[in-house]
C-alpha cells in the first residue's frame, strides 16, 4: 500500500504513533541485564540427574548357574586401587584398595576414619569432574584403579557445638570518664542568644539543678 492511498485518519495515527515512539529513549539497553540480587526465580526448575545404579546386579550369587552371573560377580568384588586426592587444604593423598561392592559413602568413611576430616558430610568425591553419589557402587566405574579428586567444605556446627560468646572482662571495660561541663561558654552562648543578663541567669541557674540532679 502506498503512501497516496492511506486515508488521513490512518495516515494521522502513523504519524502520532511515531511521534510518540521516538519522544523518549529506550527504558533498558540492547545489552541490559537484570542485576542477580533483584532475581526473585530461576525459572522453571531441572528435573534431578538421573544416574545407573543397580545394586541388584552386583549382588548375585557366585554360584549362580545363569550365563555370565559369576564373572559379574567376581568383578563386583574384585580390589578396586583407588588414589583420593585434595589438591586443597588440608591437602592429602592417599592410596586405598576397596571392593567392588563398596559404594562412595564407604569410601568418605574411610577418610574420616583416616582422620582427614571430622565429617562425612564435609566431602565430595569426583571423577574427572564429575560428583559421584554417596550410593555409587565402586564396581560401576569399570576400572581397576582410578584417581578420586576430593573436595573438602567446612564441618557443619551443630547447636550443642556452637560457642556463646565470651562476656568482656571487668578489666577489659573502659573506666568512665567524668567531663566538666562548661558552664562559662554556655553563659556566653545564651548573653549572645538573648541579651538579657537576668533571662541568662535564670536559664544557667536551671539547667545547672536539672544537671546536679542527675
Do not use: C
Not at 582410578?146 to 556446627?157: D, E, F, I, Q
Amino acid at each position: 500500500m502506498s503512501i497516496e492511498n492511506i486515508q488521513p485518519t490512518e495516515l494521522e495515527f502513523v504519524s502520532r504513533f511515531l511521534t510518540l515512539a521516538t519522544l523518549s529513549e529506550p527504558v533498558f539497553s540492547k545489552d541490559y541485564q537484570k542485576p542477580l540480587q533483584e532475581v526473585t526465580s530461576l525459572g522453571v526448575a531441572l528435573p534431578g540427574l538421573r544416574y545407573k545404579y543397580e545394586p541388584s546386579r552386583v549382588r548375585k550369587n557366585a554360584g549362580s548357574s545363569n550365563n555370565g552371573s559369576g564373572s559379574m560377580s567376581d568383578n563386583a568384588s574384585n580390589a578396586i586401587k583407588l588414589t583420593l586426592k585434595s589438591i586443597r587444604a588440608p591437602k592429602f593423598s592417599i592410596e586405598h584398595e576397596f571392593s567392588g561392592n563398596d559404594t562412595v559413602l564407604q569410601v568418605k568413611l574411610f577418610l574420616v576414619n583416616e582422620k582427614k576430616v571430622e565429617q562425612k558430610e564435609q566431602l565430595k568425591l569426583l571423577l574427572k569432574g564429575k560428583v559421584l553419589h554417596d550410593k555409587f557402587l565402586l564396581s560401576d566405574l569399570n576400572v581397576t584403579e582410578a584417581t578420586l579428586n576430593v573436595m573438602v567444605s567446612k564441618p557443619v556446627l551443630s547447636t550443642a557445638d556452637e560457642v556463646e560468646p565470651e562476656a568482656p572482662s571487668l578489666d577489659s571495660v573502659s573506666p568512665t570518664v567524668s567531663y566538666e561541663v562548661p558552664w562559662d561558654e554556655i553563659e556566653t552562648l545564651l548573653n549572645n542568644k538573648w541579651n538579657n543578663q537576668e533571662q541568662v541567669f535564670k536559664a544557667l541557674k536551671k539547667m545547672k539543678t536539672n544537671y546536679e540532679m542527675n
